[in-house]
Nanobody, 115 residues
Framework: QVQLVESGGGLVQAGGSLRLSCAASISIFRIAVMGWYRQAPGKQRELVTTVTSGGDTNYADSVKGRFTISRDNAENTVYLQMNSLKPEDTAVYYC?????????WGQGTQVTVSS
């Protein structure tokens, strides 16, 4: 079982930055893949970015060059640095962990970007 707790969401103007955090209840060395997804009102949840235990990353085209995922193994935390935010980035952002074939989700954190 893996518990995930996100934090760092909020309201920001277009062009601004936010950093989201996802703290895991176990060592993230034991988690194969961690990632961020988002869900805007009326839309399906979509992939934002993932990082493997080996450090390989993957980004949605819509966030490439603006968002960066990173892992702090000592803190068992994954971060999402979001720069040059756009109104279309407004969504609830969810952290996900994949371990031993099971998916675990956090409760989500709201990000709102005003124009």
């Amino acid at each position: 079982q893996v518990q995930l707790v996100e934090s760092g969401g909020g309201l920001v103007q277009a062009g601004g930055s936010l950093r989201l955090s996802c703290a895991a209840s176990i060592s993230i060395f034991r988690i194969a893949v961690m990632g961020w997804y988002r869900q805007a009102p009326g839309k399906q949840r979509e992939l934002v970015t993932t990082v493997t235990s080996g450090g390989d990353t993957n980004y949605a085209d819509s966030v490439k060059g603006r968002f960066t995922i990173s892992r702090d193994n000592a803190e068992n935390t994954v971060y999402l640095q979001m720069n040059s935010l756009k109104p279309e980035d407004t969504a609830v952002y969810y952290c996900k962990a994949v371990r031993l074939g099971q998916n675990y989700w956090g409760q989500g954190t709201q990000v709102t970007v005003s124009s």
